[in-house]
């Protein structure tokens, strides 16, 4: 079947929150797999409207992800706890500044998890390839957020080298 535009990126953005999809021609397959019609140019078009990115996941295959869930939507904790738990790997801290370490070409989804979190006492992020570099209010502290980070992503519990 034919969709309009709107349904036909729903429907994308549902197989990419569930399926791990490596190309586009495998999600015009799941696509029609699902009843849908699209060719590869018109998925391409979507991917890009969508915003989406090719992000390394464990194993160095790449997969298309959504880094972004809406600007109007706060990140529920689960979901901030799987994002840092699954990406940050490394926690450091320096005055009112944290840094976060990420696999290469996973920092934006970090970030963008935690822009989106509005996790207490957080000014801001900057995202690069594999470092968050995360601003923390004055008050709070580098400090005091890096160890309350790496509690969420699971970190507090390994021994540091």
């Known amino acids: 079947m034919k969709l309009g535009k709107q349904q ?4 994308i953005t549902r197989l990419l929150e569930t399926t791990a999809v490596t190309s586009q021609a495998q ?3 799941l696509l029609a797999a699902d009843g849908v019609e699209a060719t590869q140019g018109t998925v391409s078009r979507d991917l890009e409207e969508l915003g989406t990115v090719k992000v390394r996941v464990p194993g160095g295959e790449t997969v298309y ?3 972004e869930l809406p600007s109007q939507q706060i990140a529920p904790e689960d979901h901030l706890r799987r994002v840092l738990g699954e990406w940050v ?3 450091a801290h320096s005055g009112n500044l944290v840094v976060l370490r990420t696999p290469p070409g996973s920092a934006h989804v970090v970030g963008s998890a935690l822009d ?5 006492g957080i000014l801001g992020t900057v995202a690069g390839d594999d470092t968050v570099l995360v ?3 004055e ?3 580098g400090r005091t957020l890096g160890t309350r980070l790496a ?3 699971g970190l507090d519990r390994e021994d540091s080298a």
């Open 8 to 11: 036909r990126q729903h429907r």
């Open 151 to 153: 509690e969420v992503a």
């Open 65 to 67: 992800a959504l880094p």
């Open 89 to 91: 790997v490394e926690v």
């Open 139 to 141: 008050d709070l502290g």
């Open 116 to 120: 989106r979190s509005g996790f207490e």
């Open 27 to 29: 999600l015009v397959e």
């Open 135 to 137: 601003v923390a209010d």
